[in-house]
């Protein structure tokens, strides 16, 4: 079952669902929306190798936005953070994005149920796109799980800002 | 509703949830891990009806996908079940390093059991290692009550590409 904006908005102030900032108004009718933080990670390595750490540039965006280029890859983060100890949220664009040619997952809309922090978005423009911080750029739903909760203890806890693939470290063996 | 992953390993125990191999640490809260399979095809040339792929053994040492470029996989597990529904991603952790597992058609039928076609496409230049964790699978509760999967990629476990010209060719 997905919750409705209202049950999102009451499960809120239970404390069931993390969302910082929250504000009542960008609850939809099944979704809460979310915005663009304004930090980017761009990867360095020409090749990107899963056994190895990625090289990356962090950088910060200004008012003036910036454009991704059509093709180019790069990892941004919503600006809440959010998660929740009860319910399976999952992320999806907002469909104006979608529209203008921009993913903002490329395959991993699942957030396992304990997580809490900025999502990385990870961003893929089919068309050439502007990108501001602060603007609607996705949103995120909330399922009701069934059977026994083990909370997520992983290696993207808590993250503050993009985090860039950490995959190298459970590879290496 | 979603199963959790202690409630994943219980059906897994039942019988109503098929992976194979299982491996108990490769749950997650709310999915599985599935691995890579070593089969891989790659899109060669469109013939004017349909995409040619050729069919390439995944080394050991890994295998370089060009960006840009769509290839076939497959899941090293069976995987399926007839009382859920599967819905079938990659893992962030590659999804951070632009790779897209599963373009758009993440949702399995249930009833189906097989090893799972993957569709690739790299953002980024990136390596692939068979056996490497690449994806996770969820399961869903049922509304209603269930057919069984009646079409006609159910039954292939070798990466395959689409038939939809079959249909249409008619």
Same mark, same amino acid.
């Given at each position: 079952m997905i919750l409705t904006g209202t049950e999102i908005i009451r499960n809120f102030h239970l404390g069931k669902i993390k969302i910082?900032?929250?504000?009542? #108004?960008?609850? $939809?009718t099944n979704s809460y929306d979310l915005k663009l933080g304004n930090r980017f990670i761009i990867y360095k390595s020409k090749i990107i190798d899963p056994k190895q750490k990625p090289e990356y540039e962090l950088i910060k965006a200004s008012r003036r936005g910036i454009l991704l280029n059509k093709g180019q890859f790069i990892l941004g983060e919503t600006k809440e953070k959010l998660g929740s100890d009860h319910f399976v949220p999952i992320v999806h664009a907002k469909s104006g994005v979608a529209r203008?040619?921009?993913? !903002? %997952? !490329? $395959?991993?809309?699942i957030i396992d149920i304990g997580s809490y922090g900025n999502s990385t978005l990870q961003l893929y423009a089919t068309l050439p796109v502007k990108l501001y911080p602060d603007m609607d750029i996705a949103q995120v739903s909330f399922w009701v799980p069934k059977g026994k909760i083990t909370l997520y203890e992983g290696?993207?806890? %808590? #993250?503050?800002g993009p985090q860039a693939s950490k995959i190298w470290m459970s590879m290496k063996k | 509703m979603i199963l959790t992953g202690s409630e994943i390993y219980k059906e897994v125990m039942k019988g109503n949830i098929y992976l194979?191999?299982?491996?108990?640490?490769? /749950?997650n809260p709310n999915t599985y891990n599935y691995r890579l399979g070593e089969t891989l095809k790659k899109f060669t040339y469109f013939d004017g009806e349909k995409s040619i792929f050729s069919t390439i053994k995944i080394p050991n040492n890994g295998y370089l996908l060009s960006s840009g470029q769509m290839y076939l996989g497959q899941t090293m597990e069976i995987i399926g079940s007839k009382k859920y529904t599967t819905s079938l991603i990659g893992k962030s952790s590659l999804g951070r390093l632009g790779l897209f597992l599963q /373009?758009?058609?993440n949702l399995g039928h249930t009833g189906i059991k097989h090893q799972w076609t993957l569709e690739l496409y790299a953002a980024l230049p990136i390596i692939i290692y068979p056996k490497m964790i690449i994806g996770q699978v969820s399961f869903w509760t049922n509304y209603g009550d269930v057919s069984p999967y009646s079409g006609e990629?159910?039954?292939?476990?070798?990466?395959q590409e689409s038939i939809l010209f079959n249909h249409n060719a008619l």
């Open positions: 910082d900032p929250f504000n009542e #108004s960008r609850a $939809t203008m040619g921009l993913f !903002v %997952h !490329v $395959t991993a809309d290696k993207y806890q %808590h #993250s503050d | 194979e191999p299982f491996s108990r640490d490769q /749950l /373009l758009s058609a990629y159910g039954k292939f476990s070798i990466p």
